[in-house]
């Protein structure tokens, strides 16, 4: 009995699977940038030219752009309208990161 619910659920992610990357492949610039700006950050983290504060500030930003990607994708399609919208948030979160990594303040 355990072994055909852990099945059913099995097959119902593989089955949800395609649709997601179905979406995802619809912008593969913007999510190789988003994904590009993450690592920046995980690097700042790791290297100590980011505070905790600062981190969650830019995590914060990219989950910003993330939700206005998502609203974006919600109909099927991105405008070349929410397509430029994007991409400036992008240009935004992008300078926030260079800034905070290069303010001088460390993690100790």
Wanted: hydrophobic content about 35%; aromatic content about 0%.
């Amino acid at each position: 009995m355990i072994a055909r619910l852990a099945a059913a659920a099995l097959a119902a992610t593989l089955a949800a699977l395609p649709a997601e990357s179905l979406a995802q492949s619809s912008t593969p610039g913007i999510d190789r940038r988003q994904a590009n700006q993450e690592q920046r950050i995980d690097q700042g983290i790791q290297s100590g030219s980011l505070t905790r504060p600062e981190a969650r500030r830019l995590e914060r930003g990219q989950n910003r752009v993330e939700r206005i990607e998502g609203r974006a994708l919600a109909d099927g399609s991105v405008t070349r309208k929410e397509r430029a919208r994007i991409h400036h948030a992008q240009d935004v979160e992008s300078r926030r990161i260079y800034r905070q990594k290069h303010d001088g303040q460390t993690r100790r």
